[in-house]
């Protein structure tokens, strides 16, 4: 039945955050991609497995402060109930039947699902995973993540070069996404689609959103594109190399290969990466348009949400770096993420295609940067308001390193800031008896190599 399923635990202990930094994240996005349905009260299920258990089961997320990642741990076994859940799956397979799902198709996909409490905790604990817009850059732009993209993008130059003739994406964006989806390809996520899913629709908070999504990844099972051992991808049931939601795969996903199978789960990022460009393509996206460029504001200027043409903004003093008006490209408004004293940019159509991916102004500018950065066009030039003297990336790894000599636990040197290594930093200004506000500053980094 489904009332008992053999979990693992894991090695080591995970520290929760966002993607978004370092384990367990929970995101490196802003928010998740699915829209939020109104919130429904519920019962909280009961389960056996325990929290301070449950934190230890699931995966490790990842350092970088991006898409939080299962991995599988070696491990000792434990048995998990829930009752409420067993008879809410019985239930639903009346609705998927009359959705025109299989009875066989049902058996093997719940076979040995059962309520997942790490899922839910990883929903409920999204708000506390918000980052500032710099602090996502560095992880969503990181040299390291921009290296990863050149070398992906020429390993698979060939097979993106037919995707962007054919669908009209450039292949710097496409690779982007990529990167910031899964890593490109690295970290796509290892828990089991059909148990992420019927947990979240079973919780009810956004049940009805989910358990369309449950339904769209039975028909998946039942066309033969995966199977169920391989069916797997985030808590939030984001699937693949480029972190499709099950409705998505349905409408736009495609078989560039041609092998008969839309397979974004395989080694070939093929299919995965068209799909992504068919999704922006779909969506309105326009070839040789910018998402956006990094312009100059007067002081005091009125921007509201109006769009303009750039020559228009240029006769209002608003200008690219270079001090002359941004190529007319489009209708563009002006976005200042961190307010007047951080970076402003003008934003164009394209900037709102990749909103459609996921509906956040910082997952749009960490794709269009990235892609940027891909192709070697310069990092943004405008500081930040961080309230601290920041340091550089290879900067961010000596205090990492020195951090972990002092014997704080750190598993990575990486040079990205997730929270075990704000948690580190905390604990050791802490001990030293300093402002503990977790900042990776040049203070820090002074204190660290003096003391």
């Given amino acids: 039945m489904y009332t008992k399923r053999l979990v693992t635990t894991a090695l080591a202990a995970s520290l929760a955050n966002i993607a978004p930094a370092t384990p367990v994240e929970s995101s490196l996005r802003p928010q998740v991609r699915p829209v939020a349905e109104p919130a429904v009260a519920t019962a909280e299920p009961e389960t056996v497995i325990k929290a301070s258990l449950a934190r230890s089961l699931r995966p490790k997320a990842r350092p970088d402060g991006l898409e939080a990642v299962a991995q599988t741990p070696e491990a000792l076994t434990v048995v998990a109930s829930n009752p409420a859940f067993d008879q809410w799956v019985r239930g639903f397979r009346s609705r998927a039947r009359s959705a025109g799902i299989s009875n066989a198709v049902l058996d093997r996909a719940f076979r040995g699902v059962t309520y997942n409490a790490d899922v839910i905790s990883k929903d409920r604990n999204q708000a506390e995973f918000k980052r500032q817009i710099w602090d996502y850059l560095d992880s969503a732009a990181s040299p390291e993540r921009v290296d990863l993209g050149r070398k992906a993008l020429r390993r698979h130059n060939r097979a993106l070069k037919r995707i962007e003739q054919a669908y009209g994406v450039e292949k710097e964006v496409i690779t982007a996404v990529w990167g910031l989806e899964s890593r490109y390809g690295s970290r796509t996520g290892d828990i089991p689609v059909i148990e992420a899913l019927s947990t979240l629709a079973f919780d009810g908070r956004r049940g009805a959103f989910f358990e369309k999504q449950l339904i769209a990844a039975l028909k998946i099972l039942q066309s033969g594109d995966v199977t169920p051992q391989n069916f797997k991808g985030s808590w939030a049931g984001a699937m693949g190399h480029t972190q499709f939601i099950p409705t998505s795969y349905e409408a736009y996903a495609v078989d560039f290969t041609g092998d008969g199978k839309r397979d974004i789960w395989s080694k070939d990022p093929s299919d995965a990466l068209a799909s992504t460009a068919a999704y922006l393509k779909r969506f309105g996206w326009r070839k040789g348009m910018p998402w956006g460029v990094e312009v100059r504001v007067p002081n005091g200027a009125r921007l509201g949400k109006t769009k303009r043409m750039p020559s228009d903004w ?18 563009a408004r002006i976005l200042q993420p961190a307010g007047p004293q951080g970076a402003s940019f003008m934003v164009f159509a394209n900037f709102d295609v990749i909103k459609r991916y996921n509906n956040a102004d ?15 066009r310069p990092e943004i030039q405008a500081s930040w308001p961080r309230g601290y003297e920041p340091v550089s990336f290879e900067e961010r790894k000596e205090i990492q390193r020195i951090l972990k000599r002092k014997g704080y636990p750190l598993e990575k040197i990486d040079g990205l800031i997730g929270p075990n290594t704000r948690k580190s930093i905390i604990a050791y200004q802490q001990s030293i008896g300093t402002k503990a506000d977790g900042h990776p500053s040049r203070t820090l980094l002074n204190q660290l190599r003096t003391r």
Wanted: glycine residues 22%.
């Fill in 314 to 331: 240029a006769s209002r003093g608003v200008v690219g770096l270079d001090g002359r008006a941004v190529r007319d490209y489009g209708a």
């Fill in 362 to 376: 910082a997952y749009a500018i960490g794709v269009g940067h990235l892609a940027d950065r891909i192709a070697g």
